[in-house]
């Protein structure tokens, strides 16, 4: 029995939040609130409920039958398509046997229909939608005309009075209120459409939906508004058709549209709002023109302008070359204030980060003699530059007389690759100079170009004659010994030139570009952290040296367990366990399976940090996040990190 009980929660958690997600899905949420105000909703008109709750339990019997992912089951995404199909045909056809067969075989050809839009469309990062909703139901009603034994309702499917005889007390209750309580036209007509969303054409389901709407995100239920009342706005203004919007409730596309685009595919902004004001009006020349052509072949158009519009406009967002006022939201939250939230705190957490994690190209301590637009040489195309050189306790470079090159701190110490990638270049054989000697033909001296990306490179110049150990060609890892500094080139006394550039040449014009982590020594002693930033002249500056015990202890490789004895006072010891776990984005995260939640984090090699938080507060692992926020590799009694915390995740 012991045994038995974690497996019916597990079924319960995985079938039970699936179908609730099916739900809330249709809204872009996974909130089960909504989700339960919805399905509330949806039996208003009673067999219109039980048609679509239907459609959701035999799609996750098909998709668990046939070892489809158990994710994908649990958050909704396989059924609730199926459910919306299922809800037409509760609306066009009456129950029977015949009608529980056409219910089976079309809930199985939807759920088809989704997984192929959904490996379709991922590849070009874009959502499937309703596609397979739209594909499923027309297929099936063109079909359904040819089977006799189909009993058409056909009671009118924008017909109030019909569906609030067919729906049964609640559908007519939803009629009682608007006659006891009468709202403006305009508003009924706001609520009507929203109830049509979820198939629903009646005043009582549009109330409960908009209330939960409510509940859910206030951001959500703004833009269904606003969406709404443009369109209405915009066939006043063209003197439309009012009637596609009067009896077929057609204007649901542009609550739909308002919803994704305001605040779910994109990041909630002013420049997200405005461009819902201009964009329904577009969706209304779309209601009018595909209405036209969906009533000459009798079919129904539903939501087919807004899956057009918005696939559109994502398509193109996505092509961007930069993205400027309007942001894809790149790992979806499920609400538009946690999208915004997320997006802006993120931004906040890791403003400047870089792709590429520069270092410093040396060992210890090295003073930066002249920095980003020197007086000296760093002037011009070679301005953002730095030079560098070791200097004792009275600011010397030398130890006396300092007549000989080997009498210079950074003369022959190792010079290392700031970060991975391949030499593309190099000079080894120029003499070095005697001290106050330059060679101005041979101006940058020995150097080396490293490529670390496309149109990214880094140049190390001044180098000791011979001291090469690499050549063209190599790969080199970031830390790797490449050389030592010397005195060759332009250069009166030993010391190292560092420049990151976008051409693969000697001596190529240079490239503002931050250092990913270093440490600046302070003059009262001690040290600072820096993080994606330019060092300056003048600054004593060195590599973050890691802490062998701390590194091992954050050497998290997915499929790692770790399982603790947790000992509270006044309850019974217990064991949790953590599992390391990579999703479908490459990001890694801790797994707590007694609680369900999740703690993604980055590891860099410099430091470790959390980046995100999802289930349930208060576990072990909670306060593991919360502890752990920013954890730097490398131990300096004197630093402290600051990190902004998630206010959601406390």
Known sequence: MPAIKPRIQAFATVYGQGLLNSYAQIFFSKDLWLAG???????????????????????????????????????????????????????????????????????????????????RLSRSYLPFLSLPFLAGTWLVLLAAGNFAALAP?????????????????????????????????????????????????????????????????RMSFLLSLIGFFTGFAFYRLLEGDMSQLVYSYIGFNFILTAIALGGFFLVPSRSSFLLVVVVVPIIALLISALGQVFESIDLPLYSLPFNLMVLLLLAALGLRLKARGLHLVQVQQFSPERNHYKFYTHRERFEGTTWFQVGLPFLGEWYISQGHDGPITHREEWKEAWDFDVRDGEGQTYRDPGVENSQYYCFNLPVCAPAEGYVVALQDQIPDNEIGGVNLDQNWGNSLVIKHGEQFFSQLSHLRKGSLRVKVGDYVRKGQIIGTCGSSGRSPEPHLHFQLQATPHIGARTLRYPLAYYLVRQPEGG???????????????????????????FALIPGKTLTWLVEQEGRPARTVTWEIQVDAYNRSYFYEPATGAAAYFVNDQTLFYFTDFYGRTGGLLHH??????????????????????????L
Request: charged content about 10%.
């Open 527 to 553: 040290v600072t952290f820096h993080t994606y930033d330019i060092p300056k002249e003048g600054e004593t500056v060195s590599n973050v040296t890691k802490t062998p015990l701390l590194s091992k202890a």
């Open 37 to 119: 105000v919805l399905l509330l909703a949806t039996f208003v008109d009673l067999y219109v409920g039980l048609s679509g709750l239907a459609a959701v339990v035999v799609t996750q019997l098909i998709a668990a039958g046939l070892g489809f992912d158990v994710r994908l089951i649990q958050d909704g995404s396989y059924s609730y398509n199926p459910l919306m199909v299922g809800m037409v045909l509760g609306i066009y056809f009456e129950w029977s046997l015949s009608f529980l067969v056409l219910h089976l075989l079309a809930t199985l050809l939807t759920f088809l229909l989704t997984v192929w839009l959904m490996n």
């Open 624 to 649: 593991f996040y919360l502890g752990a926020q920013r954890v730097l590799l490398g131990y300096y009694r004197e630093v402290r990190l600051s990190d902004p915390l998630l206010i959601d995740g």
């Open 153 to 217: 309702k056909y009671r009118g499917l924008f017909s109030i009075a019909d569906l609030s005889e067919a729906g049964g007390p609640l559908a007519l209750l939803g009629e009682q209120l608007q006659a006891s309580f009468p709202l403006p036209d305009l508003l009924v007509l706001y609520l009507r459409s929203l109830g049509a969303i979820m198939f629903q054409y009646n005043l009582l389901a549009g109330l409960l939906i908009a209330l939960g709407l409510l509940y859910h995100s």
